[in-house]
């Protein structure tokens, strides 16, 4: 068979017409350089510490006297609660007692003092305690209340003029009820805040009405049995629990198995386009002359990959430049190092590798020859549909890889060619074993080369005769089925 038959330097060269006849246009360099741009951008806004959510002041009109205080006391307890959970993955358990301890006994500032002593970078701490704060109101009326709201006032706060985005209007009624005003109605947080105060609050009446105290409740409830998550596979010299270093592999793979979709996705398409592009435009007649069908088929494959791979540069780059942002910045918190180790092993990134090549030369081989076949766009959308469709499918492997990367279902798709190089990514940080990859990866470069051998012999109809999906359908009915065609 021809594909045996393939001049390199032919090849090289059909690869290279392809490469750069996209990297010469502006679409692709405004593509290349987009992520970057939006890097760039994120980085200033962090470096210049621009707030892109302003702060909220909300204030509380409470005609009964009894909650203002309460609801205020209990909104800062939770951002006390919900800062030292953001904090908690940067430090160490020894650091998050030391500074629990810091900010019972003295304040907030003084433990925002402590974090930027053992965290470098010096970091504003203070955007982590929400961007809600309650002021006093400006007036016991309402309607001149609705008037700082609507913006025709201005609130004065320590000698600046803001504006008051809200208030909360409690009734003294038995019914409790409350209103909140404002202008910004999509996003109000104190609606949220006193939904679950008073919510609290229903449990407290309820323990209380039994003699009970609420307090001893949730003590009772953070003293329950909880569940540790061992893993016995894991080294019995070291520690066997399951920690944020063992999960992060498995989102790697979800990661890398996005990466190889849309890799796969965008390099096939755009080997549809370049094929009937040449194929209507009578350049493929032209290329037949000096090189065979072979040829074209591993040039375009070469060419549209290293363009493929070239777009995708920016967001490789990127990613490492956030990695090692981590590590230095010490965002990751100290188990980060630990981590990264066992997420980028060689295992993983081999059969990356691998899959990557044989997935991207599957799918293009049958992308190829829809272009080839094809009369029109038209013609080739509809063609493409039910490999596209197919493609769409396999994104529903990633999910099941996260919950279920024992499920029989997943190994079976790593033995199945359409879907296998997007499961056997999602198993690996399962370990499966070695045979199983190798012979995942075996069957699929078989079955690839065979794509490839069918495309070629498409490819070849569908160029020299001219025709499209009727005349490949008279040619499977004469030379196949052995019928008469009319």
Known sequence: MSIFNVNMRRTLLIAKRDYFGYIKTWGFWLSFFMPVIIGGITALIVISDIDLSPVRYEAIYDETGDYKEKIIAAHQRDNKENFLAAIKPMISDEQMVELKT???????????????????????????????????????????????????KDLLLNGNKVKLSGFLHIY????????????????????????????????????????????????????????????????????????????????????LSIILWLTIFSGSYMLLTSMLEEKL???????????????????????????????????????????????????????????????????????????????????????????????????????????????????????????????SLLAFLSWFPLSAPFAAIVRLPSDPPLWELILSSSILALTAFGVILLAERIFRYGVLSGSGVKGSLNWIKSKILRRKTF
């Open 281 to 407: 435009n009578k350049l493929m007649e032209m290329m037949l002359a000096s090189a065979r069908f072979s040829e074209i088929i591993l040039g375009k494959l070469l060419g549209v990959a290293a363009l493929t791979f070239t777009s995708m540069l920016p967001y490789l780059i990127l990613g490492l430049v956030g990695i090692f942002s981590s590590i230095l910045l010490g965002l990751g918190g100290p188990n980060l190092s630990e981590a990264i180790q066992k997420t980028f092993t060689l295992k993983m990134m081999s059969f990356f590798v691998i899959f990557l090549i044989l997935g991207y030369i599957f799918y293009g081989a049958f992308f190829i020859a829809m272009g080839a076949l094809a009369e029109s766009m038209q013609d080739a959308q509809t063609l493409t549909t039910p490999v596209t469709l197919l493609l769409t499918a396999c994104m529903f492997i990633i999910p099941l890889g996260l919950e279920s990367p024992d499920s």
């Open 102 to 152: 810091i900010m019972n006994t003295k304040d907030f500032k003084a433990g925002t003092e402590y974090l930027n002593e053992i965290i470098p970078g010096n970091k504003d701490f203070n955007k982590l305690m929400g961007k809600t704060i309650f002021v006093d109101l400006p007036s016991n009326d309402l309607q001149e209340l609705k008037e700082y709201v609507s913006g025709n």
């Open 172 to 255: 003294n009624n038995p019914e409790l009820i409350t209103d909140y005003w404002s202008t910004n109605f999509n996003n109000p947080p104190v609606v949220n805040i006193v939904d679950d105060f008073f919510s609290t609050k229903i449990q407290r009446d309820y323990l209380k009405s039994a003699g009970l105290s609420f307090e001893d409740y949730q003590n009772l409830d953070n003293k329950s049995l909880k569940a540790n998550i061992f893993d016995p596979s894991k080294a019995d010299t070291g520690d066997q629990a399951i920690t944020g270093a063992d999960r992060l592999p498995f989102i790697f793979a979800a990661v």
